[in-house]
C-alpha cells in the first residue's frame, strides 16, 4: 500500500476531522483513509436535504456562508467571459 503525507490542512478542517473522526469511533488517520476511499472508489451517496444541513453547519459552525449561490454563479460567469 502507498503512503500519503498531507501538509498544509488548514485548523478549521483539522478540526473537523478530528470531530468526525470521534463521532465515528475511528482514529484520524482511519477517517481521513475512509473519506478518501469513499470519494474516489465508493458510489456516490445520495443525501438528502436535512443530512446536507447538518454537513454545512458541522464544516461552518456559527460562521455559515452567505450568499454562495449568487457567489457561484458570478465566478461561473468570470470564467465563461475569459474563455
Known amino acids: 500500500m502507498a503512503t500519503l503525507n498531507l501538509r498544509n490542512i488548514p485548523d478549521k478542517v483539522h478540526h473537523q476531522l478530528k470531530v468526525r473522526a470521534a ?15 469513499e470519494a474516489c472508489m465508493g458510489e456516490p451517496e445520495r443525501h438528502g436535504a436535512d443530512s446536507l444541513q447538518q454537513w454545512v453547519c458541522l464544516l461552518y459552525g456559527d460562521q455559515l456562508p452567505v450568499n454562495v449561490v449568487d457567489e457561484l454563479i458570478a465566478e461561473r460567469r468570470r470564467e465563461v467571459a475569459r474563455e
Do not use: D
Not at 26 to 36: D, G, K, Q, W, Y
Open 23 to 37: 463521532q465515528h469511533g475511528r482514529s484520524m488517520e482511519r477517517e481521513a483513509r475512509s473519506i478518501l476511499e
